[in-house]
């Protein structure tokens, strides 16, 4: 019922105020929910949604360089700096959630046991290729797995099997043809990729959670669309599909 009500409401306010085109920054982790009801939301209310993706990082960095836009996605963090700085509007950022890190295999394989530290560090060793985004472009699981294979120790050996990828999509699509045994990046990715599957989540003691919200771009040329297009996703609807793919949803 308030799924109706917010799209009969969203209808009334694109009629009022003509049809406009969202433009929105996109990190790969919530992609394939903001995508999904990005249609929906269309469907419901006459607003077009153009999606520029990237990684968390390189969307902050885009943002912060000046490129135009409505709806900005990245980590609470990056958006607060973003507000901080003026170029997404103050006091209009909205949660979307908090997701972890996990592990994926092809589907059909054997997956390893990571469910505790020595046995992810024994997976990673047995593993003859590893891939995960490549911390150079931005994206937070891939900065954090490199920093957690530092701390572990297992850099200097397992550094002659990695194949760093621009984003854990891309890398995950490797995975699923089988031409890399393991991928790591956010559970939401993982769980998108219906040719991998996932071991697991890194165990509770090295585990990380990255949490994500939007925010109205402070050039935004449709404002009122974007606040509408947060609003969307922030409903109850947009909550559940978040949960399905491992988001912590407050």
Request: with cysteine; proline share 4%.
């Amino acid at each position: 019922m308030q799924r109706f009500i917010l799209a009969g409401v969203l209808a009334l306010v694109a009629a009022l105020a003509g049809a406009a085109e969202v433009v929105v920054f996109c990190p790969g982790a919530v992609q394939t929910v903001v995508t999904e009801q990005a249609r929906s939301y269309t469907q419901a209310t006459g607003h077009t949604v153009k999606f520029i993706y990237g990684t968390a990082g390189s969307v902050a960095k885009r943002v912060a360089d000046g490129e135009s836009g409505d709806v900005v996605i990245t980590t609470v963090q990056m958006l607060a700096n973003l507000a901080k700085s003026g170029q997404v509007a103050a006091n209009s950022t909205l949660d979307l959630g908090s997701m972890g890190v996990g592990v994926a295999v092809r589907a059909g394989a054997a997956p390893p046991d990571v469910r505790s530290v020595d046995a992810f560090k024994a997976a990673m060793r047995a593993a003859r290729s590893i891939t995960f985004a490549d911390p150079a472009f931005g994206g937070q699981s891939g900065i954090y797995v490199a920093k957690l294979f530092d701390e572990l120790g297992l850099a200097a050996e397992l550094k002659p099997k990695l194949q760093l990828r621009p984003g854990a999509p891309e890398a995950f699509i490797e995975v699923a043809r089988g031409d890399i045994d393991v991928g790591l990046g956010q559970i939401s990715e993982i769980l998108a990729n219906k040719g991998v599957v996932m071991a697991g989540p890194l165990p509770p003691a090295i585990q990380s959670s990255t949490a994500f919200a939007a925010g109205v771009h402070s050039g935004a040329k449709a404002g009122d669309a974007a606040r509408t297009f947060i609003d969307y996703l922030v409903a109850p609807a947009a909550q559940a599909r978040f949960r399905e793919l491992g988001f912590e949803v407050k």
